[in-house]
């Protein structure tokens, strides 16, 4: 097994891999656009920013394991990784406390205006009247948009702020807000409208590009405080420019619409550089995240290597169509189950997904196999009467 590893991990996670007796492989230079030139002997390929194309999926004959040393899978074209039945993980997290961690310093440094004030500094400029204005966080409301791992753990510095928190997500309800200690919003807007301060910690999926844009911004407080520590696209980018513009929006970003390669020197959004407290997707970049997120590879390929079953998989299909289930009780000997699939393609019938327990004693097993169609009765005559079943049924 050769692993390809197209970003920097920690010297520790490539010498716990190649203790598998792994072919590691580590060029923290490859980009999008070289690794397909390079990918074609490796089985495993492990990418933190770097972006995962077609291209390479399809130059990736050996190919059977993409992970994501991070949370986020939009770098990676899962479409093309799902046809060509090539698993994709991630590590999610991980990389937690990191993100929370930055959120909170957006929040105080919009709020204070501290990179404003530390770029007059600088520039030999005491302002001390104009950044001695600030609103303080004590007592405010801030909204989380997106209430999974990192939203929670903001939830609980932000109180330790003495803030009051209150929480939007999809998944969120009234009782598990209670749990939470926050206070339940039904809608984004409503989080919006009710807020001094919002950030937000959305995947990045089709459903949620531009999820947050006019509707919202008009929505919320004048002087309001806006972060982003999740994915650029999640946020319409025109929408925001004019909301700081109009309502005085005191945006904290980390992450930017079509942001530039983590190599690239050149940031081209300069009018929104100007005008928001920012930092370079830097979220999940702490020497306790790289870490956390390098253990949590290793624990990946070592499942993978030892049972073929990757943990952590986000591209395989959530639902089974079918409740149809053939169970078949069977001797453990060689070829019974052999026989029993060659009569099921002999019937023109697929199978979805199958599973094969074997009782204690290494006697006995029962397969559990999800069809597409209901067998007839003739199939489950010929594989009852076949040699070493034990029972066969329909369920």
Not at 142 to 154: K, Y
Not at 212 to 222: N, P, R, V, Y
Not at 278 to 293: F, K, L, P, V
Not at 300 to 324: A, Q
Request: one cysteine or more; aromatic letters at 4%.
């Amino acid at each position: 097994m050769k692993i390809l590893i197209a970003d920097k991990l920690s010297a520790t996670a490539v010498k716990n891999l190649e203790a598998f007796n792994i072919q590691v492989v580590m060029d923290p230079d490859l980009t999008a656009e070289t690794i397909p030139g390079v990918i074609s002997p490796y089985d495993i390929l492990v990418v933190r920013s770097t972006k995962v194309s077609e291209e390479t999926i399809e130059a990736g004959k050996k190919l059977s394991l993409i992970i994501r040393a991070g949370a986020g899978v939009n770098t990676i074209d899962l479409e093309s990784a799902s046809r060509l039945g090539i698993h994709v993980t991630n590590c999610p997290g991980k990389n937690t406390a990191a993100v929370a961690e930055l959120a909170m310093g957006l929040l105080i440094a919009a709020d204070r205006r501290i990179a404003d004030c530390s770029a007059d500094l600088r520039a030999g400029i005491w302002n001390k009247k104009l950044y001695s204005k600030a609103a303080g966080l004590k007592g405010r409301t801030l909204a989380i948009i997106g209430m999974g791992a990192i939203g929670q753990a903001i939830a609980v510095r932000a109180e330790a702020f003495g803030m009051n928190v209150a929480g939007w997500s999809r998944s969120l309800t009234p009782e598990k807000a209670d749990e939470l200690g926050i206070e339940f919003c039904a809608t984004p807007l409503e989080a919006a409208a009710k807020a001094d301060a919002i950030t937000v910690h959305l995947a990045a999926s089709a459903n949620t590009k531009h999820f947050i844009g006019s509707e919202f911004f008009d929505a919320m407080k004048k002087d309001a405080i806006f972060i982003n520590t999740s994915r650029g696209e999640i946020v319409d980018t025109g929408a925001l420019k004019e909301a700081i513009k109009s309502k005085g929006i005191k945006a904290a970003l980390d992450v930017y619409e079509n942001e530039p390669a983590a190599s690239s020197k050149e940031f081209s959004d300069r009018d929104l550089a100007a005008a928001i407290t920012g930092t370079h997707h830097i979220g999940a970049s702490t020497d306790e995240a790289a870490e956390s997120i390098a253990a949590e590879v290793v624990r990946i390929v070592k499942l993978y290597k030892e049972t073929g079953t990757p943990p952590n998989v986000v591209n395989l299909r959530t639902k089974v169509e079918t409740d149809i289930s053939l169970v078949v009780r069977h001797f453990n000997k060689v070829g019974v189950l052999a026989g029993v699939l060659d009569e099921i393609r002999t019937a023109g019938i697929n199978i979805e997904e199958i599973q094969n327990s074997i009782f204690e004693g290494n006697k006995a097993a029962v397969c559990t196999i999800k069809l597409d169609d209901t067998p007839t009765d003739d199939l489950l005559s010929r594989i009852s009467e076949a040699e070493n079943i034990i029972n066969v049924s329909v369920k």
